[in-house]
């Protein structure tokens, strides 16, 4: 399993590392939004989205349905990091330096993640600004784990407000409460995951005890933040009924008694093979499996008096 080390990365406030910005997003807030999603994360959970989220450093994926065996990849090389058996990566050897993914003609070999500067990034999503103002949307810092570089958002977010643009926030609620408190005023709401309320369990699911996520739901309760919580619903791990029932309770204890339920996709499993297998897949089926979950948590839920939106 990846380790990261650290809750925050230690990253200069005028550059990040992103790996994806999604424009004309409407599930991701109110309104038309850019999604910025940014590499990194301290949680491995099992039914990852967005795999390629992981590891906080630039990477490449190999699409093995695009390569056509010309090899043309292999000199490109600097660091001899290519092979021809399973993942085409040699990984502890690969740099992410691109050439590789130069020569391909196919588009077979992509690097995942480019650092980006404040300002850069503020000029890029600023091409939709007539669409934000319209709709009443903005952007959406997503990942991964924003709060990994927890300096660089905060000075992102002030640049968008500074020009009149919102900014919310999804996250894991692992963070750092002292280093994270200073920041809350630059976010107009904050999407905030619950997963599984038993502290073994949420280790064992995501590979990090839950203490410190909901220490800081409650501090975000307790501080009125805008939070709006959310749960993936995930069969057999998240959609246990004693587990709704527990966060249910925990929700009323915050004073918060609604929650968005996100309904499961194994879209993030066909991905992990493209970078490496960083984690086991689930093995899940997305289809009539997953509607069931869905619905028989909405159904828990409402019982435990939770206003509940899918």
């Known amino acids: 399993m990846l380790e990261v080390s650290e809750a925050v990365l230690t990253v200069p406030e005028a550059e990040a590392i992103v ?16 999604t910025v999603f940014f590499k990194g994360c301290p949680l491995r959970c099992r039914w990852c989205q967005n795999p390629e989220a992981l590891r906080p450093q630039p990477e490449i994926a190999f699409y093995a349905d695009r390569c056509r065996n010309s090899r043309d990849c292999r000199p490109a090389c600097p660091q001899e990091a290519l ?25 077979a070999l992509r690097v995942v993640g480019r650092k980006v500067s404040a300002d850069a990034l503020l000029e890029e999503v600023l091409r939709d600004l007539a669409f934000y103002r319209t709709s009443g949307g903005g952007v959406t810092l997503s990942g991964g784990e924003p709060t990994l570089q927890l300096e660089f958002i905060g000075a992102f977010a002030r640049r968008c407000r500074n020009r009149g643009v919102s900014v919310g926030l999804q996250t894991c609620g692992f963070f750092r409460w002292d280093m994270f408190a ?19 369990l949420h280790r ?7 203490g410190m996520i909901l220490e800081n739901a409650r501090r975000l309760a307790a501080a009125g933040a805008p939070v709006m919580f959310r749960m993936p619903v995930v069969p057999g791990i998240t959609d246990t009924e ?9 929700l009323r204890e915050l004073g918060r008694p609604g929650i968005h339920l996100l309904r499961y996709h194994a879209m993030g499993e066909a991905k992990l093979a493209r970078i490496g297998n960083p984690l086991p897949p689930l093995g899940l089926a997305d289809g009539k499996l997953a509607a069931e979950s869905l619905s028989r948590a909405t159904e828990v839920l409402r019982r435990e008096a939770l206003e509940v939106t899918t």
């Open 19 to 34: 790996f994806d910005v999604q424009r004309f997003s409407i599930h991701d807030g109110p309104g038309i939004r850019t």
């Open 83 to 107: 092979q021809w058996n399973g993942d085409r990566i040699i990984r502890q050897r690969c740099d992410a330096c691109g050439r590789c993914a130069e020569a391909c003609a196919y588009e």
């Open 182 to 200: 200073a920041h809350l005023p630059s976010f107009a709401f904050i999407q905030f995951d619950l997963k599984l309320m038993d502290a073994e």
């Open 204 to 210: 064992d699911a995501t590979g990090v005890d839950n």
């Open 242 to 250: 004693i587990n709704l029932q527990q966060v249910a309770a925990f």
